[in-house]
């Protein structure tokens, strides 16, 4: 193998580490929004069954406990636009997102597990020719 070889896999192998540095970022970032979509679906589900008290939380922590009659939430449409939309319809939005980000999340891991497979070729290489 030649110099450049040598070369050309060490630049690789920096780029994939940087790429699954970035990807790992996104996954956590696409876990946290998953589990915030998760928790607003386990509230609206709760809204909708009109069941006794409910934390609301309203900022620095601080939560406002309260029974609630609500049949309209505001709920983020996309592109900075909010609407008043019946419980049901949020459930259903709220269930849309969860698909899409649970996609998307899908489509993170195997492609981590794909460039975390390239750069233990690629270390296995270097290591065979004595570079660490």
Known sequence: ??????????????????????????????????????????????????????????????????????????????ARYHAFLDLDNAERILNERIEEYSRLKTSLEENIEKLAARAAQIRQVLESLGIR
């Open 1 to 78: 193998m030649s110099r450049q070889d040598v070369q050309r896999l060490l630049e690789e192998y920096q780029v994939v580490g940087e790429l699954l540095a970035s990807l790992q970022a996104q996954h956590s970032t696409v876990v946290e929004l998953l589990e915030e979509l998760t928790t607003a679906l386990d509230g609206v589900r709760h809204l909708k069954s009109g069941e006794g008290e409910r934390l609301v939380h309203i900022g620095a922590g601080l939560f406002a406990k309260g029974v609630f009659e609500v049949r309209e939430v505001l709920t983020p449409l996309g």
